[in-house]
């Protein structure tokens, strides 16, 4: 009597060929409804492949890693929620690495493909360095990047539309009277914050505002140094009357200053996050921010990756997610805003209509 269950006792289960069993588990291209049917009953019949004999024999892992910036960021564990479904109906194990956004660490991890540990790469860099662009011409297995790389470089990406997003946010704080809009930004090093900064400043000159630089305050992507981002820039400008934060981090930082300072949201300054996490809806006023699809950017890149890991070799690939308003009590109010009103609509036609190049915008 077999030690345990076989090949043929899988296909039986499944209801699908030997041959079919076989290519699922030595991690040949195969239909998912197949490979989902497969997984299932090896699961169910305790199956226990040998992953060390598989891959010596297929030269494949069945790994696909994950390098994010910041686990304890929510927008990247939204990103997560999304690639490690995608992956594991796949047949693919996911391994996180948080690189705290260190250039070095993520060059390491670029590095390590050619060890050849995993089959493939979802990497999403704050900043996008020469090094990282040297790796990334060389890499020995697929990889895709969330966030923009320069023009020309030969990576699958998907983007967010930070451009559209800022003057979403802009807009509207405009349209509900505020005239003195600081931006409260991170590093201008960073892509996103460099992406951000510049669509606050393009804003602000469409809707025939001045660009005081006094109104900028440069902090990092997070709640504590948001809060004293936040406080430098009220001790400076006290006058004030809305927040551009460049994430919810950020933004719930500054409720936090605001709120120790007597200030009342909205009444007295209105805020605005980005990202649209779980924490911007839990936050206390709700926060308005703008989506900039994290969920979406994840699984477009997790299904992007096993595009290639298929066998799909063609031209790199470009997917920009567009941007959602969120409007909630932050700006609105409590009596004016319903729970998460979405307003894809408030970015006046000439910024997103025929003549923008989706593919300018930035992470």
């Not at 400076?236 to 719930?252: E, K, S």
């Amino acid at each position: 009597m077999a030690d345990g269950p076989t090949i043929n006792t899988i296909a039986a289960r499944a209801g699908v060929s030997i041959a079919s069993v076989s290519r699922v588990l030595n991690g040949l291209p195969t239909r998912q409804d197949t490979v989902r049917k497969v997984m299932a009953a090896a699961d169910e019949l305790g199956y226990v492949r040998n992953a060390v004999a598989r891959s010596l024999k297929s030269r494949r892992t069945h790994q696909v890693a994950f390098a994010m910036a910041d686990v304890g960021n929510p927008a990247y564990l939204a990103m997560l929620r999304q690639i490690q479904p995608v992956l594991k109906a796949a047949g693919y194990r996911l391994v996180l690495h948080s690189t705290d956004a260190v250039a070095a660490d993520e060059i390491d991890v670029l590095h390590s493909l050619g060890e050849r540990y995993v089959d493939g790469l979802i990497m999403s860099p704050l900043r996008v360095t020469e090094a990282h662009l040297q790796m990334l011409a060389t890499a020995r297995a697929p990889v895709v990047i969330i966030g923009s790389v320069p023009e020309g470089t030969r990576v699958d990406n998907v983007r967010a539309d930070s451009r559209t997003g800022v003057r979403l946010a802009v807009d509207h704080l405009y349209a509900l009277g505020r005239r003195r809009i600081a931006m409260v930004n991170g590093p201008l090093d960073t892509v996103p914050g460099a992406a951000r900064g510049a669509a606050y400043r393009e804003a602000l000159q469409d809707l025939g505002l001045p660009h005081d630089e006094s109104l900028v305050q440069i902090g990092d992507f997070y709640r504590q140094e948001g809060a004293q981002a936040v406080a430098a820039l009220l001790g400076r400008v006290p006058d004030v009357d809305a927040l551009m934060c460049a994430n919810d981090l950020i933004a719930l930082g500054a409720l936090d200053v605001l709120r120790a300072a007597g200030k009342r949201v909205p009444e007295d300054v209105a805020v605005v996050g980005m990202d649209d996490t779980d924490l911007a809806a839990a936050s206390w006023p709700s926060l308005t921010s703008v989506s900039l699809g994290s969920a979406e950017r994840g699984k477009a890149a997790a299904e992007l990756l096993l595009e290639r890991l298929r066998g799909d070799d063609g031209e790199p690939k470009v997917v920009t997610v567009p941007p959602r308003l969120v409007v909630r009590a932050s700006t609105a109010g409590p009596d004016s805003a319903g729970p998460d009103t979405v307003r894809p609509d408030t970015v006046r036609p000439d910024i997103a209509g025929p003549g923008y190049d989706r593919k300018e915008a930035g992470q």
